[in-house]
């Protein structure tokens, strides 16, 4: 039987991009690849927010995907709690239908 | 942007260590062509124009040379400063332009003005623009000695054959030449013979004058050949000179020999140099061009000189006993050692901190290659290297490598292998994250430094000269280190550094076990640290209180001036006599001296007038390693012991440079200044001793000296118009008879062997010797016959000035002073309390104080006004930085902390706050602000993954405990070297030195013990 796979969704602010990378990176056992993208966050509260930020109403955020096997989902969201509890990142856990790749 | 020039860097490793060796070949090409002096060019646009007055009192040079000369020169545009001098014989006006203004220009201005009053000056007023000098001009001196050689023969020798070969050696403007006597034709007419036959000397001279030419004709067609005519006339030799008609009385030619006698002698002398107590000299002085590279014209006119002994006649020596690039060498040798030894500890400090021969050898690859790109720099900014710029460089060598410790540090860590990680993140990127994630800070850091440094640059006059070499020169080294920061020294790191586990060194772990209980002391007693630092600042704000304030120490050139002013009236023969005599009993009582040049009046390019009672004693001393005590103090105590047996000589001591320095830049030598303005002489003249007087009692006062106007001996011949009108005489006419009997008239030149040879018309030496007789002595009446002076004139000794001098067309006495032992800034406020109260001015009359004392009121006030703006701006970059104010104003608060530490260090240490204390200070508040940034920036990465606000400024602190440890400690040793060094130009990077050592004591203590306090009150979030 194939494994379930889930897409674990992190948005953090974008200055954590490196620390979460680093994190992801130096797991063990090793994650396979994920992908991170800048977007931005909207009617979110603007108290921490820089000047730039309040400027152009929307704040700088990363996003990063994981597919990962269903184990594997929630001990990285176990690791990130214990090293970067911040409330600032959120993260959201779906079903992956199927995953491969063209050749 | 930052992050993309790591980026690229390290993607094109090749082609920045291509770039870097680059930039070695190009430095290295850089320096050996920066031209080296000892100092950077400090002369102002200054035009002078130097007049001779055969004959003329200082009061009839002023009325109708001077004056009428600066009712043209005011007003020129520009120009900020006229300053005039009228003594015996010379009027000396100088013209200050705004900073900036292009002298040729300038010269041109003058120039135009003074053809345009030239017309109206007296007749036989000769002279004109000074050449282009600064006060860095005399690069060489040397006498003549030796060959059995009368003085005459030697000036000869110096004039005609030596001259003109250094005269053509690029960056010379030309040979002065003193002392000695200039060769000529002499006549000396009878005067008893000459009113007999009704003559004057004018018509002897004229007669000369007419009867001295060589020309040519024209052509003579001689069948197919053209002849060319030339008529000869022109004087040859003495007999020539006898023979030349002066005119036909009763069909009988008188003949210039048949009324005078004519032989060889001497122009009137108006200065004259000796040496050693020995005797007379002939002294020349290589005056070098503005902008010339002092070191190879000096290399030059060495080699010239060697060149010429061949041709000297046997055994003429030609001994210098003044040498720039000997100075210029031991600056740069006194900077190079601190270079080279501040290197040395700064790598020792590095192995010790990283514990990792390679981390060390990483950052230390930037301070090469930093260096070099600052002479680069220098170069295409036109700078020269001297005591200043590379001065910069030394203080800079700490700051250095501070940005690449920072980087180096960060990759170490982060190349450190996690425990059990295997995750194969890339080398490459793991320099980049390190590297991206310091770079802002520290280019932050950097950009705040050179922002400190930029009120340096505003500064005027001398000490904006002195010290604008010093600020770019940071500027342009920390650059180039962030530059190389950013670029190589992540490309060295990824290639040398491995990726082993990282332990800290022996030394990191003893200083991280002292310091984390006195952090959590720090932590656990907030208010204590308040009250503690509180403590500090006031400490600080005594000791600034109890420091003395001076415009900058002395620098030491390593030779001596004694400066000498004897009684107004003294002769020549006279002055000359006591110069040797002083001579004499300084090398009598002082084997340090090894040789002595003595200079007294005037030189013949008139660069220098000065009177005939005034010398200069150069004193060439040995070196000190022979000297019973090596001290420069204690060799002035000795020599006033010396002089103690001359009461009638007043002196003071300066050094070559620094007296050109002053004169230059105030008209007037030493420490203060004081001129008394004002219409009436005399007047002016009791004033300056009521000044002076006040000056002597003052404690710390030195050498005063009020250089009097009045007190020369006159003696006055009022002619009687009446009885000149009655014998055929008018009043001119009378004058000019005295004047050629006494100082003598030129009458053309002999052209000899390509040499121009003065005639001189003169009277008998006798009468120029003996006041009774000149009385006596006969004119010519215009009707035939003779007439004693004294039936057309009384005659009757009286006083009058010795020199007039004026400053924008207003007469001053003034009056100098040094100040020893004391903070020149106290000295002038309680002196100028003292004037105030218990001298009265008349109406019209007024009191300036200026000198060393000006300039530092000059440098307090610009900089009171441009750090203010220079901290505005760190706010400013501070703010952009962390885009929140609270943070900014945090590092702002390290500030007074440093400062704290610097006052107190120069009050220990007995400095004064001076200029480059100040340079001191400044360079101290970009480095405590880098420091608050590294670890305030830290704190808030931290922050920002969500540790607890507690945990952040502990663990913060501990975490940036060696970055913030070794650029504070690396910067305070790179300096120590400048603490203890004793060459020329150490006395001005001391008191530097000083502050920002005592400064990094107490700002790192802040940095590292209150900030973390001061964050977690005011900074969360």
Known sequence: MPTELKRLTLVAPRNLEEELVTILLGMQPALPGFTTTPVAGHGENFDGASVHERVRGRIDRVLLWLVLPADAVMRVVTTLTGTLPNSDVVWWIEPVETMGRLA | MLHRLIAFSLAQRLLILVAALGLIVAGVWAFLRLPIDAYPDIAPTQVKLILKAPGMTPEEVENRVVVPLEMELLGIPKAVMLRSTAKYAIADITLDFAEGTDIYWARQQVSERYAGVAGDLPGGVSGGLAPISTPLSDMFMFTIEGGGLSLAERRTLLDWTIRPALRTIPGVADLNALGGEVHSFLVTPNRAQLSAAGLHFRDVADAIERNNRNDGSGRLRDGDSALIVRAAGAIATLDDLRQVVVTVRDGVAVRVGDVAKVSYGALTRYGAVTRDGEGEAVEGLVVGLRGADASQTVAAVQQRLTELQRSLPAGVRIETFYDRSSLIKRAVSTVQDALVEASVLVVILLLLFLGDVRAAVVVSVTL????????????????????????????????????????????????????????????????????????????????????????????????????????????????????????????????????????????MRQIERGYRPMLDWSLAHGRTMGVLAAVGLVLGAAAYFHTGKTFMPTMDEGDMLMQLVKPASISLDASRDLDLKIERAVKAKLPEVEHIVARLGSDELGLDPMGLNETDMFLELKPRAQWRKPNTAWLEEQLRDVMKAFPEVEFGFTQPIQMRVSEMLTGSRGDIAVKVFGPDLSVLNSLANQVASILERTTGSQDVLAQTQEGMRYLGVQIDRQAAGRYGLDVSAVQDELRAQLEGSQAGTVIERQRRIPIVVRGAEQIAAAPELFGQISVARGDGGAVPLESLASLKPTSGPVQVRRENASRFALVQANVSGRDLVGFVDEARAAVERDVHLPSGYRISWGGQFENQQRAAGRLGLVVPIALGMIFLVLFFTFGAVREAVLILCNVPFALVGGVVALWLSGQYLSVPASVGFIALLGIAVLNGLVLVSFFNQLLATGMALPEVVREGALRRLRPVLMTASITALGLVPLLFASGPGSEVQRPLAVVVIGGLVTSTALTLLLLPVLFRRFCAR
């Open chain 2, 368 to 507: 090469p290659l930093a260096v070099l790109f600052t002479f680069l720099l220098m170069h295409v900014a036109g700078m020269s290297a001297n005591l200043m710029s590379l001065g910069g460089l030394a203080i800079a060598i700490g700051m250095l490598v501070d940005a690449a410790v920072v980087v180096v540090e960060n990759t170490v860590s982060r190349l450190a292998p996690h425990a059990g990680d295997t995750a194969e993140l890339p080398k490459l990127y793991r320099v980049y994250r390190a590297t991206r994630e310091v770079a802002a800070p520290v280019t932050a850091g950097i950009v705040i430094i050179v922002l400190v440094f930029m009120p340096l640059l505003s500064l005027q006059g001398l000490e904006g000269k002195l010290f604008a070499p010093v600020a770019i020169t940071i500027v342009f080294a920390l650059a180039a280190s962030l530059l190389l920061s950013l670029t190589v020294i992540p490309v060295l790191c990824s290639l040398m550094l491995r990726e082993s586990a990282h332990r800290d060194p022996w030394l």
